[in-house]
């Protein structure tokens, strides 16, 4: 937070410090985004401040022109493994709005008193300011997308209390909630119940033609698929379940949310973000991979390429163990056969309960391959670890002891004994993992790359990974590979997606 790189960049207006920090004008009371296209405000009245919640808890609103709690999110919080990163991303899952502070204490190991301070001392504000800032953020979404009353409004955002609604939106905004409705102007309410359309903001560059690509190959029928430059899938959410249809586009990813219930859209668009990887700094990441001359002309011919992530732990468990040693459509097959296991025993549990034979059941409901409404999209969420845990040992359709580790992992989630979630302390994870029998290195990294967001991991066992190498001309054995990587930290994550391209 040096005053004068700040300076310079809002000065400048940069748009890639954008979620980095905030521009806080006192003489006019607003915070806003370093890229603001408003005039430059004298140094005499600018304060900077490390979050949204921070400039709002000296009594600053939101910049109208520049909506400033729509920027990006900050790349140290999105990539940090330290119990203040690991507290963001629980924080922007919705873990306060659905356990409170102890909730989230408990989940990092320490007591909210402590949890407050550090929170305070590196953002400026405490677990429930940051709670709050978000909860308006996501009421002034509801309140320009949707056709919904404010009191519904109130409680799907996440706030207590239609008055505790009220005061925060006049404070954080100067506006009443129904003023911000009638300012929406010509923008239209989306049409269908819980249906949202919103914009998710990144840093540019975007490859976005690389993210759909790596996605499109490892699409799961049912599950998800890429169509017209567009990612569809369905979401399973802490309140229900949903569809997201993604559009990359320059400035921003266009994503429309259908979902069964609205608390979940925090978690929904946190979930949607962290896949497609858009709080990273392409700027940083190629800069420092552009400096090996190896990998600098893959940089300038495809700048900003992303780590595609994933909206589900456990799935992308299940998918990492699925795929050790064979290629990924022979995976993908693998995987659709254990979904469509699923649903022949979805039927079958129901069609005992009521009577109905599972046939009967499918054509009364118009289901058209693993249990999807036809002709209404219709995706749905992976497996959860219970459900695998239901299948019988015909569904999984792999070698046995394949199938027991989906087991013991899907039974380590259920027991709490491993934790798979965006705020998971990542070196633990990891030691729990290569803990379960048939977890190795491989997957337990592959894992923390996708799963857990670490950026600095490089996959030099895997055969693509050398063979990308050896077309780039580069140390492709595995130990001379890690030596030679050193000089991409912090980012060989991202060396690793270019190291695929290559191959």
């Known amino acids: 937070m040096d005053f004068e790189r700040c300076y310079r960049a809002v000065d400048s207006r940069d748009q890639r410090f954008d979620g980095w920090f905030y521009t806080g ?88 008193r402590h949890l407050h301070r550090m929170l305070s001392a590196e953002m400026g504000a405490g677990p429930l300011a940051l709670a709050r800032a978000q909860r308006a953020q996501t009421a002034r979404i509801l309140i320009e997308t949707t056709d919904l ?119 929904a668009v946190a979930r949607c973000r962290r896949l497609l990887d858009l709080d990273a700094d392409p700027a940083a990441i190629d800069a420092t991979l552009a400096a090996d001359p190896a990998l600098a002309p893959a940089v300038a011919a495809e700048p900003g390429i992303r780590v595609p992530r994933a909206v589900d732990g456990f799935e ?77 040992d015909s569904g999984f359709g792999m070698p046995a002891g394949r199938r027991e580790t989906l087991r013991g992992l899907a039974r380590a989630v259920v027991d709490g004994a491993l934790d798979l979630a965006p705020g998971v302390d990542r070196e633990e994870a990891v030691r729990r993992l290569l803990a379960l029998s048939g977890i190795g290195p491989w997957t337990a990294n592959y894992l923390a790359m996708r799963a857990f967001g670490d950026p600095d991991i490089l996959l030099s066992t895997d055969l693509a990974v050398r063979r990308g190498a050896a077309a780039l001309g580069l140390p492709h054995t595995q130990q001379t590979l890690d030596g030679y990587a050193d000089h991409w930290r912090p980012w060989r994550s991202y060396a690793t997606i270019r190291l695929w391209r290559a191959a």
């Open 25 to 112: 004008v006192t003489s006019t009371g607003i915070y806003c985004r370093p890229s603001c296209p408003a005039i430059t405000p004298k140094r005499k009245n600018v304060r900077f401040f490390p979050s949204a919640a921070a400039a709002q808890g000296a009594g600053l609103r939101a910049c109208r022109r520049c909506r400033p709690d729509a920027a990006p999110g900050s790349p140290q919080w999105d990539i940090r493994a330290d119990v203040v990163g690991r507290a963001m991303r629980l924080i922007s899952d919705g873990v306060i709005d659905r356990d409170g502070v102890p909730g989230l204490a408990s989940r990092l190991g320490y007591t909210e």
């Open 149 to 267: 009353g404010m009191a519904e409004i109130a409680f799907a955002a996440g706030f207590g209390s239609v008055r505790q609604f009220n005061d925060t939106l006049r404070e954080v905004y100067a506006s009443a909630p129904s003023d911000l409705r009638t300012a929406r102007g010509r923008q239209q309410a989306t049409v269908g119940a819980g249906t949202i359309a919103l914009r998710l903001a990144y840093r540019p560059p975007l490859h976005a033609r690389a993210l759909l690509d790596f996605l499109a190959v490892r699409a799961l029928p049912g599950v998800e698929e890429v169509r017209d430059g567009t990612y569809h899938r369905g979401l399973r959410l802490p309140h229900g379940t949903g569809e997201v249809a993604l559009t990359p586009t320059d400035g921003h990813v266009a994503a429309t949310l259908r979902l069964t219930d609205l608390r979940d859209l925090a978690p």
């Open 316 to 392: 992308m468990a299940v998918r990492a163990i699925v795929g050790q040693q064979i290629s990924v459509t022979a995976a993908q097959k693998t995987l659709s056969r254990l979904l469509a296991a699923h649903d022949r025993v979805d039927h079958e549990v129901i069609a005992t309960d009521t009577g109905v034979s599972g046939q009967q059941l499918h054509d009364q409901r118009g289901y058209g391959g693993w249990g999807r409404p036809a002709g209404a999209g219709g995706l749905r969420g992976f497996l959860s670890a219970e459900e695998l845990l239901g299948l019988p």
